[in-house]
């Protein structure tokens, strides 16, 4: 059986695995995460304000454990609205994964300080039919080091 997750987020992520000859499965891992400073865009009338974030991230895959995303590696760009209170958020935007072999995986995002959903939405290689989705939780750990962790989960899908 040939497995491959990817998870997409920011927040975002967003996992996928692919597999020739199974039924969808349940999948889930981690994501490393290490954002880029945040660039403000605009800040609005009602004292909030829109960044663009990016970040670099890593993907653990816990489930199935034979994944050839795990270890892989990707960027996520996307636009975060900061609420004037400076504790709430939300934002939408896309990430990539590369995995060993040189394959990629798209994937868009949404969500809020709590978390939110992912959707796979292209991929080259062997995720070329990709078509997973799920869901993903940020850790309230923050590293000195600009470092951070995610979870996700999701309905990993047969790709053909």
């Not at 994501?31 to 304000?49: F, H, L, T």
Request: a neutral charge; charged letters at 25%; one cysteine or more.
């Amino acid at each position: 059986m040939k497995l491959a997750k990817v998870f997409l987020a920011i927040g975002a992520t967003v996992v996928a695995f692919t597999s020739h000859d199974a039924v969808a499965e349940k999948c889930n891992g981690y994501i490393a995460m290490k954002r880029d400073p945040a660039i403000e865009i605009m800040k609005k009338v009602d004292g909030s304000q829109v960044l663009r974030i990016m970040n670099s991230r890593i993907v653990t895959v816990k489930e199935p454990k034979d994944s050839p995303l795990d270890g892989a590696y990707g960027t996520c760009l996307g636009l975060w609205t900061v609420a004037a209170d400076g504790k709430s958020g939300s934002g939408a935007g896309e990430c990539y994964y590369i995995d060993r072999d040189g394959d990629t995986v798209g994937d868009a995002w949404e969500g809020t300080n709590t978390g939110g959903t992912w959707k796979d939405l292209w991929g080259t290689g062997k995720y070329k039919n990709i078509s997973s989705s799920g869901t993903w939780k940020p850790d309230t750990a923050r590293y000195s080091d600009g470092w951070a962790w995610q979870s996700w989960e999701g309905e990993c899908t047969p790709v053909k």
